[in-house]
């Protein structure tokens, strides 16, 4: 069914926002690679700094959703917009390592609206809700390969600063576009009223519904997704950087008679790219396999990944790009699983909070694998490194052994 003029005008609107949230989010680590070299401190002090930016974004999560019903959807989502691209103007000027961590900040204050406030808009304002989610989805996924792939073919010919100013300028049209952008924020609404509760009216009773929510399943999901981003973010933030280090890739010449270029960022590209397969057949395979059981294979390959990938990266480039397109795959494979798991295991009544705490764990409490990364790495051996990412997807896979016995029965349905 085709959309109508409302469904398009939302579809592009948040389409936009959520491929620059992931535009900005996969270009930073990129950038860190050069801010290392540039300023002269440890990777665990930057892993920190970076973790500073990150965890906003998640942590945002729950108070934007709050935002979002008292100013309106498209109100915080033209502030999201515009606060990520002055982040990044922000992060050009930076000349010490404190100008980096305000601008990671703000960043991360900017971008965490965008989820609780996008998704809202597009469940109130659309009809066809579930073809304006995957086109959202593509988006997103857009994104996420484009961010890291235009940062590091800009950074072959120019100065990082100027990068930075080059990615913004995508956020301030969008800002801008959206200004302007008209429709209806709840010309939907009226099809989801039987299907969608109340927002806690004061903080007693978003306490009261967090403590009956996390007294049932979901306690063990959000867990779950907690470990999820703990692996998530510990590959997608230090790869790059462990790339470089690579033996195999730095005495690497892929013949295109450019200096400068960084094999290992391509790479880092490409596993973005594969990751976009994995998420759509991770997506069709809820349909087949439950998601507890998906989550516990999906772990363990992971975990067997992480350990692979030192002696992997040993034997030479071929083997090295096929392993990283396996851990792309898998790494968003998993990704549907959890949010199929989220709908399972809570009642429709819980279902935007236990939404907006999936983010929190996700995105802000994940965050916490880049200090600990970084100071893994500055500290241990790679080995070491690769090897507390197995344990964390090992102790995921446990966790979701234990939803799939203790927990067999379906709240939702």
């Given at each position: 069914m085709s959309l109508n003029a409302n469904d398009r005008a939302i579809a592009g609107f948040t389409m936009t926002g959520h491929a620059l949230v992931h535009w900005f989010e996969t270009s930073i680590p990129i950038f860190l690679v050069v801010w290392l070299a540039e300023f002269d401190v440890s990777v665990g002090l930057f892993g920190l700094i970076v973790a500073l930016g990150y965890a906003p974004f998640g942590i945002g999560a729950l108070p934007g959703g709050v935002l979002a019903d008292r100013y309106g959807t498209k109100r915080l989502i033209v502030f999201c917009l515009a606060g990520?691209?002055?982040?990044?103007?922000?992060?050009?000027?930076a000349s010490s390592i404190y100008a980096i961590a305000l601008g990671l900040i703000l960043w991360g204050i900017a971008?965490?609206?965008?989820?609780?406030?996008?998704?809202?808009?597009?469940?109130?304002?659309?009809?066809e809700r579930g073809t304006v989610f995957a086109y959202h989805g593509i988006a997103g996924n857009i994104g996420i390969a484009l961010g890291p792939f235009v940062a590091a073919t800009l950074l072959i010919f120019y100065?990082?600063?100027?990068?930075?100013?080059?990615?913004?300028?995508?956020?301030?049209?969008?800002?801008?576009?959206?200004?302007?952008?008209?429709?209806?924020?709840?010309?939907?609404?009226?099809?989801?009223?039987?299907e969608t509760d109340e927002q806690p009216a004061s903080l007693s009773d978003l306490l009261s519904s967090s403590r009956a929510l996390f007294a049932s399943a979901f306690a063990v999901v959000f867990v779950i997704v907690s470990f999820e981003g703990l692996f998530y973010r510990g590959v997608l933030t230090y790869l790059p950087e462990i790339l470089q280090?690579?033996?195999?890739?730095?005495?690497?010449?892929?013949g295109l008679g450019l200096e400068g270029i960084n094999p290992g960022d391509y790479i880092y590209v490409g596993l973005l790219v594969i990751g976009m397969a994995g998420q759509y057949v991770g997506g069709k395979a809820t349909d087949r396999v439950t998601p507890a059981r998906g989550i516990i294979?999906?772990?363990?390959?992971?975990?067997?990944?992480?350990?692979?990938?030192?002696?992997?990266?040993?034997?030479?480039?071929?083997?090295?790009?096929?392993l990283c397109g396996v851990i792309g795959f898998f790494l968003f494979a998993i990704q549907p699983f959890y949010q199929e798991?989220?709908?399972?295991?809570?009642?429709?009544?819980?279902?935007?909070?236990?939404?907006?705490?999936?983010?929190?764990?996700?995105?802000?409490f994940g965050s916490a694998s880049i200090a600990i990364g970084g100071f893994l790495l500055g500290s241990f051996d790679i080995v070491v490194f690769f090897g507390t990412l197995s344990a964390v997807a090992l102790i995921g896979a446990g966790?979701?052994?234990?939803?799939?016995?203790?927990?067999?029965?379906?709240?939702?349905?």
């Open positions: 990520m691209a002055g982040s990044f103007l922000v992060l050009a000027l971008a965490s609206v965008y989820h609780p406030a996008g998704l809202s808009l597009i469940s109130t304002g659309v009809e100065q990082w600063e100027y990068v930075a100013v080059a990615l913004s300028v995508p956020g301030i049209f969008a800002a801008l576009y959206g200004l302007s952008a008209d429709f209806d924020p709840v010309a939907g609404a009226d099809e989801i009223d039987d280090d690579i033996d195999a890739l730095a005495n690497f010449d892929p294979g999906i772990f363990v390959v992971l975990a067997t990944l992480a350990a692979l990938f030192v002696p992997v990266s040993k034997r030479g480039v071929a083997p090295l790009v096929v798991a989220v709908a399972v295991y809570t009642p429709p009544e819980g279902r935007g909070l236990s939404y907006g705490y999936t983010y929190l764990g996700e995105f802000g966790l979701a052994t234990v939803l799939l016995i203790q927990y067999r029965g379906s709240p939702s349905r």
